[in-house]
Each structure stands twice: as structure tokens, then as C-alpha cells.
Nanobody
Framework: QVQLVESGGGLVQPGGSLRLSCAAS????????MGWYRQAPGKQRDLVAA???????NYAASVEGRFTISRDNARNTVSLQMNSLQPEDTAVYCC?????????WGQGTQVTVSS
């Protein structure tokens, strides 16, 4: 059974930082592309950042330079370091594992940026 379990969300003031982590089990982690998506209330779910099994990354334009995705294939984890957070970053952040045609999602973790 595949499980993706996110942690690290919470409430942070504008300009602050958070680090999200996702622990994966039930998959051969290193061969899956991993990603972080977010969904704000009333909006669609959008890709925030993704990383291939070999470490190639891509980011949404809105987070480029502020967020960093990384993975540890030995520990089956993927992380998202979020700096300079702004209120518009408020959303539920979900971890995703993908290897066509398979796609798995975590339950999500809430990130709220507010003063």
C-alpha cells in the first residue's frame, strides 16, 4: 500500500519560513518523480515544485527563488523549504509521487501565512 505522509505545515507570519516534508512508503521511491502541489480555497490545485529521481527540478514562477525542493532517496523523503512566505502562499500543500501511469497523493498539510 502506497502512503505519502506530509508534515511541517502551520501558521507563519509574512516573510517567514517553513519546511515541509513528505515520507513515502510502498513505492520504489528513487524512480518516482516527486512533487509538491498546493490548492487555495476556491482555486485549482497547482504545481509548486517537482524533482525527478535524479534530482532535476522545476518550479512554478511564483515560487522561483523562494522555495527549494529536495529529496533523500535513502530515506524516501522529499522536502520543500519555503522562504519569504507571503499571504498568497496560503494553501493546502500536497505531496505527489508520479511514474506514468501511476500517480499517488498525500492527504495534504495546511500552510497559512498571516500576521
Amino acid at each position: 500500500q502506497v502512503q505519502l505522509v506530509e508534515s511541517g505545515g502551520g501558521l507563519v507570519q509574512p516573510g517567514g519560513s517553513l519546511r515541509l516534508s513528505c515520507a513515502a512508503s510502498g513505492i520504489s521511491f528513487s524512480i518516482y518523480a516527486m512533487g509538491w502541489y498546493r490548492q487555495a480555497p476556491g482555486k485549482q490545485r497547482d504545481l509548486v515544485a517537482a524533482i525527478t529521481g535524479s534530482g532535476g527540478t522545476n518550479y512554478a514562477a511564483s515560487v522561483e527563488g523562494r522555495f527549494t525542493i529536495s529529496r533523500d532517496n535513502a530515506r524516501n523523503t522529499v522536502s520543500l523549504q519555503m522562504n519569504s512566505l507571503q499571504p498568497e502562499d496560503t494553501a493546502v500543500y500536497c505531496c505527489n509521487a508520479q511514474r506514468w501511469p501511476e500517480r499517488y497523493w498525500g492527504q495534504g498539510t495546511q500552510v497559512t501565512v498571516s500576521s
